[in-house]
């Protein structure tokens, strides 16, 4: 092992280094389940960009993403998954393992 | 950034104060909705419940229609507030929140039912179901 791979960026998560998807999954880390619409709103990004990026964090299993109607109107709700949350919070501690100095 | 992007200390620091501050605005956007449903359910039954176990007549059928009707219509507002909102939707902190508050309320039923009259026990129950959800209610604010 070289010095270069002891780095702890090598341990950042591939799939939430993107800011947007960064950004998502930092929205439901407290509140677990929020609508498509309140990500939307919180991310402060379009429709389409946060569609292509939930889908890539469903694929990847971070994201459960739910499909129900309220009236005629369709409702998507995103809900960080067990696996999703693992994930951010190994994320998150190599980023204060960095922030600290530590490497 | 991938492998090849040296992410500096200032700038993981950076992007651990964005999360932060992501978090904890989704979570103040939505909450508080919640927060006041749990609080005001949980006056309006305690009241509610207390008015039942020491009244009888006319009087306690003015509790039960009142606590009904503020139940009601408490229900009717949060369920208007959060139309259109997922949040908490399969939260397990949510579905403890709503058990606890159950769990105190069957207790203060149950001291109407065959316990009716009695002092002591309406205020112990009706006490424990206001406890209970500003308790519930005070974690989710400071969460």
Known sequence: MTAIEQHPRHRLDELLQNPVRFSIVAALDRASTLSFKEVRDVVEITDSALSKQVSLLEGAGYLAVGKSFAGKMPRTSLTLTREGRAAWKAHLATLREIAQGLS | ?143
């Open chain 2, 1 to 143: 950034m991938s492998d090849t992007t040296p992410v500096a200390p200032a700038e993981a620091q950076a992007l651990l104060d964005r999360a932060e501050h992501l978090s904890r605005s989704a979570h103040n956007a939505t909450r508080w909705p919640y927060i006041t449903f749990i609080l005001a359910l949980g006056v309006a039954t305690s009241m509610g419940t207390l008015a039942m176990g020491l009244t009888t007549g006319n009087a306690f059928g003015l509790a039960y229609f009142g606590t009904l009707t503020a139940t009601f219509a408490l229900i009717m507002f949060f369920m208007i507030t959060i139309r259109g909102r997922s949040a908490f939707a399969r939260g397990r902190r949510w579905t403890a929140y709503i058990a606890s508050w159950f769990v105190t309320y069957a207790a203060a039923i149950s001291v109407v039912i065959w316990a009716h009259g009695s002092v002591l026990a309406s205020g112990i129950t009706s006490a424990l179901i206001l406890v209970v959800t500003m308790a519930c209610a005070a974690r989710e604010a400071r969460s």
